[in-house]
């Protein structure tokens, strides 16, 4: 049997980063394996906090425990707001599966292989799970090679990109992209990845090997295919342990998946060592085996451990980005953020962007505007005959609201991307505003035209609120010119 050393709760032991408090009430509700001691737990956080004024992750975790006691929970006062939580909740996941399940079957028709991860994997492989897992969003992991048909599935049935780029500039650039969020109707929310981690949890050999290892199931009559259990502890930590318990519900997935007793260990440690995940690793692991309970070997927790010791300074930023963001006090928070930067920053160059994606910046133009004329979302750009590369000289009018905010259009042909125009309205009093855009167009002679159109910074699913118009919607403008020239 190996030693386990003994973990502190003092910076920078794994300890620190425990859930403290009302999460690690919730927790304990929801994973100790002594039913009345679990109890006991759900019913002091009911009694010292109010369902209604708690976030989300809160809210998922409660939902996990509303399904293990059910009416054990009824002689306290907040039973009946907790049942209607959970089936408000349950509702808002069924609802998302179902718009979900259509784009599903199209993508695996077009012969992609559709593996879900996170949330959605636990529901494929047990449905009666979704009561007590919220599954808002689906998250969808394609091969690479697969990332255009799944792209194209979705564009063609009118799921939006929530970024508010247009399909055509996506579609250019999906080798670059680790995964995009697309969102249809109140209720449709879908993560489409052609990698299971991000950029700074790199491997390549591993990003073969989770489909080698992957099983079949089934999603809602969808033949999927789902992560193997080490696999699965892997990506919840990967995704949940790094992001200071944004959502805690990905323990309870690690529990889980734990307590099937079918994990290959020796699978999951050689993941935690090419990802790099050591820290968070042992973060989780411990917190679930020594205050938790959970019957995680020893030889693993030992193994994780150690890595964990042996990662250097890294140790520390792992730490502050493990620690629940409840728990922090200012100097905390601001290490934490520093911490997150500097992983944000290994992110990059893990995927080459091709054609590269500078935009064209936009300066003020300081000539005489035209008079009132009508503004509109998209203008079309006859193209000369020529052929070949061209200077593209583009004045714009546009009406900006009075905030601070970015302005954002694209050119594109048909289906075709040809630049991304930009350009930041720093001052808040609003007004006309005259810009110029400059840069390089490929014309092919046959005097396609161009479309110039407006596009919204963001993207939401209704657009009902005059604020977040102002900040985040496609802005209107007249073209004043759009002047073509050889290149010197």
């Known amino acids: 049997m190996a030693r386990i050393r003994r973990i502190s709760r003092r910076f920078p032991d794994y300890g620190w980063s425990w ?23 759900a019913m002091q956080w009911l009694s010292a906090n109010d369902i209604d004024l708690v976030s989300f992750r809160e809210h998922r975790l409660l939902a996990a425990i509303c399904d293990r006691f059910g009416r054990k929970l009824a002689g306290h006062s907040a039973y009946p707001r907790l049942v209607g939580l959970q089936k408000m909740l349950w509702t808002k996941s069924r609802m998302a599966m179902r718009e979900a399940e259509p784009a599903l079957q199209a993508m695996t028709d077009a012969g992609c292989l559709v593996m879900l991860i996170k949330g959605a994997s636990r529901i494929a492989l047990n449905a009666s799970a979704q009561r007590g897992r919220v599954a808002h969003d689906i998250d969808i992991l394609v091969r690479p090679q697969d990332m255009p048909a799944a792209f194209d599935v979705l564009r063609d049935r009118d799921w939006q990109i929530a970024t508010g780029v247009s399909p055509q500039y996506l579609r250019t650039r999906l080798a670059s992209l680790r995964s995009m969020n697309f969102f249809k109707g109140n209720y449709g929310d879908i993560d489409l990845h052609q990698l299971a981690y991000d950029g700074s949890q790199q491997s390549d050999e591993d990003d073969q090997a989770i489909w080698r290892r992957a099983a079949a199931a089934e999603f809602s009559g969808v033949g999927v295919l789902v992560p193997s259990p080490a696999d699965r502890i892997a990506l919840a930590i990967a995704h949940g342990g790094l992001d200071a318990h944004t959502h805690s519900d990905w323990l309870v997935d690690c529990a889980v998946a734990i307590r099937a007793g079918d994990v290959d ?71 934490r953020g520093f911490a997150k930067q500097l992983r944000l920053r290994r992110k990059s160059g893990r995927l080459r962007q091709e054609p590269p994606a500078r935009a064209w910046r936009g300066k003020a133009w300081r000539g005489e505007p035209e008079g009132p004329s009508p503004l509109v979302f998209s203008q079309t750009i006859p193209c000369p005959p020529a052929v070949g590369e061209m200077m593209l000289d583009i004045t714009v009018r546009i009406s900006v609201p009075p905030v601070r905010r970015r302005i954002e259009m694209e050119i594109n042909r048909d289906d075709d991307h040809v630049a991304r125009l930009r350009a930041m309205a720093i001052s808040r009093s609003g007004g006309e505003r005259v810009l110029r855009f400059r840069g390089k167009v490929i014309v092919d002679g046959r005097q396609q035209a161009l479309t110039l159109e407006a596009r919204p910074s963001r993207q939401f699913r209704q657009w009902d609120d005059q604020a977040t118009v102002a900040a985040y919607g496609a802005l209107p403008f007249h073209l004043v010119s759009a002047a073509f020239s050889p290149l010197r």
């Not at 403290?20 to 009430?25: A, E, F, H, K, Y």
């Not at 692991?285 to 030889?299: E, F, M, Q």
């Not at 300074?313 to 905390?332: M, N, Y």
């Open 19 to 41: 859930p403290t408090g009302g999460l690690d009430q919730l927790l304990k509700a929801a994973l100790l394996a002594d039913e009345d001691a679990a109890a006991a737990c």
């Open 265 to 335: 260990w020796d699978v999951f440690l050689d993941v935690v060592a090419r990802r790099g995940l050591a820290v968070a690793a042992a973060v989780a692991l411990s917190y679930l085996a020594l205050d938790i309970g959970v019957a995680v070997p020893d030889r693993v927790l030992a193994r994780a451990l150690d890595m964990a010791d042996r990662s250097g300074l890294s140790r520390w930023s792992a730490v502050l980005q493990a620690k629940p963001r409840t728990d922090f006090g200012r100097l905390a928070w601001l290490s």
